[in-house]
Nanobody, 119 residues
Framework: QVQLVESGGGLVQAGGSLRLSCAAS????????MGWYRQAPGKQRELVAL???????TYLDSVKDRFTISRANAKNTVYLHMNSLKPEDTAVYYC?????????????WGQGTQVTVSS
């Protein structure tokens, strides 16, 4: 039902910036969380940033003060603003939305977008 489409990845030099976008279609209840995860080769997928419908945010320690997650007003679109990028930020970045429907959680993932940071 819910589909997530990501964009904005690319190749940048260390110190550069990128903005990732995730557009969600389908039914998204008012109570939800949207977030960004990333997975580097040979490593586990990790939470980068999380945004609740109540505007609470959570960040991975290594990206705190460099990345910002936000949501477009009245739209089911979430952004990840990435500043001062480092080579260790290189990974596939995935958008995720979690909703509560009829008392159960439903989780949806985007297809991922590649971010590569060169030194």
């Amino acid at each position: 039902q819910v589909q997530l489409v990501e964009s904005g990845g690319g190749l940048v030099q260390a110190g550069g910036s990128l903005r990732l976008s995730c557009a969600a279609s389908g039914y998204i209840p008012g109570s939800n969380t949207m977030g960004w995860y990333r997975q580097a080769p040979g490593k586990q997928r990790e939470l980068v940033a999380l945004l609740t419908s109540g505007e609470d945010t959570t960040y991975l320690d290594s990206v705190k003060d460099r990345f910002t997650i936000s949501r477009a007003n009245a739209k089911n679109t979430v952004y990840l603003h990435m500043n001062s990028l480092k080579p260790e930020d290189t990974a596939v970045y995935y958008c995720r939305v979690t909703i509560l429907v009829a008392g159960r959680l439903e989780l949806y993932w985007g297809q991922g977008t590649q971010v590569t940071v060169s030194s």
